[in-house]
């Protein structure tokens, strides 16, 4: 099991692992915040008195190319990059669609990472089977448990 960290950064929370890299995004659904002109102010009073919350989305890096910008590739590269990419996106799908009375993700959306052009992200929908308040050791253990799962299955 890894040891994970977390720091809060505006209304989100960045989540790192043992190694101090990042490893995963999570932005709390906060509900319906009214009125919207104050939205920010609320979220924030909400951080700060610990509100709670049973679901967000939690945003991780889903599978890397290994295109560089500056250099030529084989075919067989190529297709040996592509095959070792579907593999993994195949595996994430399997995590995606398994179900059980304990599982979390509720649904996914795969888009290029913001950060790395040659890298595709997951943004999950996770719900919590019980309310969890939003201070950073609470919205941690909220999340270790998919994390631990991800990344005994080598995901992240």
Do not use: C
């Not at 997951?122 to 719900?127: E, G, N, P, T």
């Amino acid at each position: 099991m890894r040891r994970w960290s977390i720091e809060q950064e505006e209304y989100y929370f960045k989540i790192y692992d043992d190694a101090s890299n990042l490893a995963a995004y999570f932005q709390p659904d906060y509900g319906q915040v009214e009125p919207k002109e104050r939205e920010y102010e609320i979220i924030e009073r909400m951080l700060r008195h610990g509100d709670t919350i049973t679901s967000g989305l939690l945003y991780v890096p889903m599978v890397k190319f290994n295109i560089r910008d500056d250099a030529d590739y084989s075919i067989d590269e190529v297709i040996a990059g592509v095959e070792d990419a579907l593999a993994r996106i195949k595996l994430w799908r399997e995590v995606i669609t398994a179900q059980g009375s304990d599982h979390l993700i509720q649904g996914a959306w795969v888009r290029r990472s913001h950060t790395d052009y040659d890298m595709l992200a997951v943004l999950l929908m996770v719900r919590f089977g019980r309310e969890v308040r939003l201070f950073k050791k609470d919205v941690l253990d909220a999340v270790s448990k998919i994390l631990d799962m991800l990344a005994e299955k080598g995901l992240i």
